[in-house]
């Protein structure tokens, strides 16, 4: 993996299928859901959904969907953006690819102008808590919808 050659591309019909086949391993399946009902809720979160595909050169490596400016407990008290799937394909794991797309989420939350960006995470063995805790998540000591929800400064 270089830089020059790692991109997010947004989903179109050119790459669709390309993206709807990203498979992570199977013991990670638990925690977190198939590129299909990633993008059947970006349509219907439209306004704060922001799908990518992620290639390696002319290789599609993974899927990221992050949530933009969401209402985060639903009575507008608190909008929040972060990191809302990360599927990396089982063969292209631990190459880099996972901290690029975190990364990539965390500028565009940035540029948005979000000062920290959010993750959840299902714990236990085969879960991504540890890649999380790596990059510098820490655990606010929330749950949502039973996931540990972490969260990460944006130096501005």
Not at 42 to 66: C, E, N, Q, S, T
Not at 108 to 117: I, S, Y
């Amino acid at each position: 993996m270089t830089s020059s050659t790692l991109r997010l591309e947004e989903i179109t019909p050119a790459n669709i299928d390309a993206a709807l086949d990203i498979r992570v391993r199977p013991e990670q399946e638990f925690a977190v859901s198939p590129v299909v009902k990633s993008l059947a809720e970006a349509y219907a979160h439209a306004g704060v959904a922001w799908p990518r595909l992620i290639v390696d050169g002319d290789r599609p490596v993974g899927f990221l969907m992050a949530f933009l400016d969401i209402d985060w407990y639903g009575d507008g008290r608190v909008r929040r953006s972060g990191l809302w799937r990360l599927n990396i394909a089982a063969g292209e794991q631990g190459r880099g690819y996972g901290r690029f797309a975190v990364e990539s989420v965390a500028a565009e939350v940035r540029r948005r102008g979000g000062q920290e960006c959010y993750v959840t995470w299902h714990t236990g063995p085969h879960g991504p808590e540890g890649f999380y805790l790596g990059l510098g998540f820490t655990p606010d000591g929330e749950t949502s919808e039973g996931e540990t929800v972490g969260v990460l400064a944006l130096d501005r």
